[in-house]
């Protein structure tokens, strides 16, 4: 039982070691009366596939909303979830430019620290990214199972996307974009733009309408705005899967859209 669920875990993430796996097992398995006799417990599979199981990696292709080089250039933010049960202690990022070779960006990375923003990119290039959780003995865990790559093109002029310090122009009314990603999980940015300065308010709603959490409210100078909301409600507990809705009120106005979180 004990080589067919190594099967399994390996079958799910064929980078994972023979020391790896074991720690994934041992981990999971259940107290029994006979623990101390047997030593490990009692295997539970499904157990150990959880503890693999995390949200994928997210790329997304942004524009500062302060000026932190030329007006214009982007940055790429790269959110990932978090590993519930394995004994990790830090987080790394590996990094390749279109076919070129991987080369470790980021190390050491702590576990609170989920959200990471690469500012050397330029247009022209597509960006490929993995991200590992590390333990105490500098073994890695893709975070990513089957395909651990996550890539993100830049294309040529870049997307058209502003902000209020680009000197591009202000809406003519109120604005409210899709979300990006969607559906999602963890992270989901939303955009929205203001024609004057006014009092702003965007909200998170359940389908019944009910406030799950409010993003902003408060007084705000005319531009274009990017909130990033991380699926929790205003307890800090992630929301369940299913359809959301985000509504911003303006200028007497309202926009409502609908999203959606897979966890």
Do not use: C
């Amino acid at each position: 039982m004990v080589a067919g669920a190594a099967a399994l875990l390996r079958s799910y993430i064929p980078d994972l070691g023979h020391a790896q796996i074991e720690e994934v097992i041992k981990e999971t398995a259940e107290t029994t009366a006979d623990t101390a006799r047997d030593g490990a417990g009692r295997l539970n599979v499904y157990h150990a596939l959880q503890a693999l199981f995390v949200p994928d990696v997210q790329l997304t292709l942004e524009e500062p909303l302060r000026k932190i080089s030329a007006p214009g250039d982007k940055f790429v933010r790269i959110t990932w979830g978090e590993y519930t049960t394995l004994t990790i202690t830090k987080y790394r990022i590996w990094k390749k430019v279109d076919s070129g070779s991987w080369s470790l960006w980021q190390d050491n990375i702590p576990l609170s620290q989920r959200n990471k923003v690469d500012t050397q990119v330029s247009p022209g290039h597509t960006y490929h990214y993995i991200v590992e959780g590390k333990d105490g003995n500098d073994a890695s865990y893709p975070i990513r199972g089957k395909s651990p790559s996550e890539s993100i093109e830049y294309p040529e002029g870049g997307p058209e996307r502003s902000s209020p310090t680009t000197g591009n122009e202000l809406p003519e009314e109120l604005e409210l974009r899709p979300n990006f990603h969607n559906p999602f999980n963890p992270f989901t940015q939303i955009r929205f733009g203001l024609p004057t300065s006014t009092r702003v308010r965007l909200q998170i709603m359940n389908i019944r309408g009910q406030v799950v959490r409010v993003l902003i409210d408060e007084e705000r100078p005319a531009g274009w705005y990017e909130v990033t909301w991380d699926g929790k409600n205003e307890s800090g507990i992630n929301v369940a899967s299913g359809i959301y809705l985000y509504m911003i009120e303006a200028d007497s106005k309202k926009i409502l859209k609908k999203m959606t979180i897979i966890r």
